[in-house]
């Protein structure tokens, strides 16, 4: 009961402070791991303890999941350079110098540098995203930074699996045969249960277990490709690139709606629960320091930062110059601009993974709550300064409109009409005649770049009645003239068609 008490209290917390962070503008992250070194700084705070591995595949497993679902392999097939130069060479050399800086400058062991230096080397674009979502950026440029935040986490935890295993047999002779196949055999894994899921899970279909069976799925994939020693992370993208590939064709609408929001919450609920668990381990890290040992902490962990910052952002700038002067010599198509650069160097914040890999560090690893104290502060310290700069810095750049994704939408919105007119040729009748007006109309707004529920007279009418229709049915369950379960029946109907005449920016959830 005192863990759920204490879960309890930091949702209750976490409600509060995305209010906060919605009206300051402020990163909600960076709000929500502050407030829990605040609260862990109380007397009477919670003590919460969780077990690394499951840490790691609580967070990890649906979060990666829900990311790769929305962000298919062609999508990323054309920018592969770009993201071998972020997402593989990048997180090296930033592991490699963090390493040397532990080794260096803080006497840590090797193997323990190198930890350090995996957990905090991969940004998390996703912690971005919801800086990035309120400016007009390049559309090539957000892809890349989405494909960024798959890609490098499978390369980090590899790495620091490496390093883990490395500090518990002793021996890296042992793990090489078994790093070399945790690439492949994680994507071959996740392909596979992918196709067995897709199978399987076909009787569930309409129905509240099939939800739950795509939760049950994925943790599923991350514990099998972990028994096997193999990559869990591309085990669980490789699945899900699969099945978004393959469900949406057969999933019904209402199963769509009702599991993308399960998922939506979901993930966001871990995202707070784990910003606020990694701040209430500061209590138990800093109650382990003396003054003067954690005065050196903080120090280092501020080295640490810079380290990360300053890697970063001299590949990245070094990278795009690099590959503007190839480009004027005909060997690389659309190079990056200097614009470009500086925003995906900027966009290094670190978050979700970099929290739950330190987490994930067994008890009695060497230095653990050294690195655990680096990873928390290079979190803050990147969601604060780049967080709340990244904005000024998009306004002062001034990229030119970026209208690819408008257009893209136009056009096949067009052709769902054309379609639609198609079906309609060979048939008569009053009921025929007037849906192709409607779309005859709905063909003529979205010539003109208008959304065709915006130009529609008839969706905002719809629209009205939609609102006189809840206000009439509120005063029959006032009046006592309905019972509730008539009025829920008739609530889900109205939800349903209120839905259907929303506009575009209204179905969109904002995460805080």
């Not at 392909?191 to 309409?206: K, M």
């Not at 010539?447 to 719809?462: I, K, M, V, Y």
């Amino acid at each position: 009961m005192a863990l759920f008490e204490s879960m309890l209290t930091l949702v209750v917390v976490a409600i509060l402070l995305l209010q906060v962070s919605r009206r300051l503008a402020v990163p909600y992250p960076a709000l929500l791991a502050l407030a829990g070194g605040l609260v862990a700084a109380l007397p009477w705070s919670p003590q919460i303890s969780m077990d690394p591995r499951l840490a790691l595949t609580l967070f990890i497993a649906p979060t990666l999941l829900d990311a790769a679902y929305d962000l298919p392999p062609r999508s990323l097939r054309p920018l592969w350079i770009p993201l071998v130069a972020l997402a593989g060479l990048a997180v090296v050399m930033t592991t490699a110098a963090v390493a040397w800086a532990g080794v260096a400058l803080a006497g840590m062991p090797l193997v323990a540098a190198v930890a350090l230096g995996a957990i905090v080397a991969p940004p998390d674009a996703a912690a971005a995203s919801t800086m990035l979502g309120r400016f007009s950026l390049p559309r090539r440029t957000v892809t890349v930074l989405k494909g960024e935040s798959l890609l490098n986490d499978a390369v980090a935890l590899l790495i620091f699996a490496t390093a883990v295993g490395w500090a518990q047999d002793g021996s890296l002779e042992k793990l090489a045969p078994e790093v070399a196949l945790a690439v492949p055999g994680g994507l071959l894994l996740g392909y596979l249960t992918a196709r067995a899921y897709i199978v399987l899970s076909r009787p569930l279909e309409g129905t509240l277990g099939g939800t739950i069976a795509s939760f049950a799925g994925t943790f599923t994939v991350w514990v099998i490709a972990d028994r096997l020693h193999l990559s869990a992370i591309l085990a669980v993208v490789a699945n899900a690139m699969t099945l978004a590939h393959h469900v949406p064709y057969r999933q019904r609408a209402r199963d769509r709606v009702n599991t993308y929001a399960v998922w939506g919450t979901v993930v966001f609920l871990l995202n707070v629960l784990a910003f606020l668990l990694t701040g209430l381990q500061a209590r138990s890290i800093l109650s382990h320091l003396g003054d003067g040992q954690l005065d050196r902490a903080l120090e280092f962990a501020g080295t640490v930062l810079a380290v990360v910052v300053g890697v970063r952002l001299a590949w990245v700038m070094l990278y795009n110059r690099l590959v503007n002067l190839i480009a004027r010599w005909g060997w690389y198509d659309q190079p990056p601009s200097l614009a470009q650069g500086l925003v995906v160097s900027w966009c290094g914040m670190r978050g979700l993974v970099t929290l739950a890999t330190a987490l994930a560090l067994p008890e009695g690893f060497p230095e653990r709550d050294l690195i655990v104290l680096c990873a928390l502060a290079v979190v803050l310290g990147t969601l604060v300064a780049q967080g709340l700069t990244l904005g000024p810095l998009i306004r002062l750049l001034r990229f030119p409109t970026d209208d690819s994704l408008s257009q893209d939408l136009t056009f096949a919105r067009g052709a769902l009409l054309d379609a639609a007119l198609a079906s309609l040729e060979d048939k008569d009748g009053d009921g025929a005649r007037l849906m192709r007006e409607i779309y005859e109309r709905d063909r003529a707004a979205i010539s003109s770049g208008r959304h065709p529920r915006e130009a529609s007279e008839t969706a905002q009418l719809r629209r009205e009645t939609i609102a006189a229709k809840r206000r009439a049915l509120a005063d029959l369950r006032r009046g006592g003239r309905i019972d509730d379960d008539v009025f829920h029946t008739l609530e889900q109907e109205l939800d349903w068609a209120e839905l259907a005449a929303a506009l575009p920016d209204e179905l969109e959830l904002a995460e805080s």
